[in-house]
């Protein structure tokens, strides 16, 4: 007989809790969440590629001559903010069916003992097979210089914790061209977003005016009907995801 309740870890927030047993349920996947993904065919197509090879991979593929190093997926997503870079490692560890962890490397920066912090949090990845989403990751990846030591000191042991994880990580930047040459060899794949065009702005605006509740179906009709002209607002995707939850909060 098992107890009615038991621990459990919730990964984004990092915390444990009590969850009774009898509500225990197989996770639910968004199988959709491709779908909703506005990205060139050819670039999911590879990323798609990229994370079913990883898979084989780990079931006993290739690898580096040392043992559990080079078995990792790291992938690059650089570009403007609120192109589709976080939602496209979002949608990543749905359809590999794994937990996302996400960190933001920007807050990290204060922590007195970053090193620690980055240790813990490749540790936490490892332990739960999730999906690693280092946002605004910069501050890791930029060149090395004589002036920072301690950031030199950084960089080198993550260096290393990237060489020897064994998951998909996916680091995202708004300035790769200050990323540091060593990573050359780690990363396996950099993909670049470019500005949002009036085309995908359209296609990002029907998929977010697809989702709208139900019972908004007048508003929904009216926006479609007006596609033409709200495609030219010079608004990214984050904001345009916004301006509907905004909208649809006071109707």
């Known amino acids: 007989l098992s107890p009615p309740s038991i621990r459990a870890h919730a990964i984004k927030s990092q915390t444990w809790f009590n969850?009774?047993?009898?509500?225990?349920?197989?996770?639910?996947?968004?199988?959709e969440a491709l779908q909703h993904l506005v990205l060139a065919e050819t670039t999911k197509s590879m990323l798609l590629g990229l994370v079913e090879k990883h898979k084989k991979n780990m079931q006993g593929g290739l690898s580096d001559v040392i043992p559990s190093k080079g078995k990792g997926l790291a992938v690059v997503?650089?570009?403007?903010?609120?192109?589709?870079?976080?939602?496209?490692?979002?949608?990543?560890?749905?359809?590999?069916?794994?937990?996302?962890?996400?960190?933001?490397?920007?807050?990290?920066?204060?922590?007195?003992?970053?090193?620690?912090?980055?240790?813990?949090?490749?540790?936490t990845a490892s332990r739960w097979d999730a999906v690693l989403l280092l946002d605004e990751a910069d501050v890791l990846l930029e060149k090395r210089s004589y002036e920072d030591l301690r950031?030199?000191?950084?960089?080198?042991?993550?260096?290393?914790?990237?060489e020897y994880f064994e998951g998909i990580i996916f680091l995202t930047t708004n300035r790769?061209?200050?990323?540091?040459?060593?990573?050359?060899?780690?990363?396996?794949?950099?993909?670049?977003y470019p500005h949002v065009t009036p085309e995908f702005?359209?296609?990002?605006?029907?998929?977010?005016?697809?989702?709208?509740d139900e019972r908004e179906?007048?508003?929904?009709?009216?926006?479609?009907?007006?596609?033409d002209d709200i495609?030219?607002?010079?608004?990214?995707?984050?904001?345009?995801?916004?301006?509907?939850?905004?909208?649809?909060?006071?109707?």
């Open 201 to 212: 702005r359209r296609r990002i605006w029907a998929n977010f005016i697809e989702r709208l």
């Open 77 to 123: 997503l650089h570009g403007p903010p609120g192109v589709g870079k976080t939602l496209t490692a979002e949608t990543m560890a749905e359809h590999a069916q794994k937990p996302l962890l996400p960190i933001n490397v920007g807050e990290l920066t204060a922590e007195t003992n970053m090193i620690f912090r980055l240790r813990k949090i490749f540790e």
């Open 176 to 192: 790769i061209e200050t990323m540091d040459v060593a990573f050359q060899s780690r990363i396996h794949i950099a993909i670049k």
């Open 151 to 162: 950031r030199n000191g950084v960089v080198s042991v993550f260096l290393r914790m990237l």
């Open 217 to 227: 179906a007048q508003a929904k009709r009216e926006l479609i009907e007006h596609l």
């Open 19 to 31: 969850i009774r047993v009898a509500k225990i349920s197989d996770p639910t996947w968004a199988k």
């Open 231 to 251: 495609q030219e607002w010079e608004l990214n995707g984050r904001q345009i995801r916004n301006v509907l939850s905004i909208a649809e909060s006071i109707a």
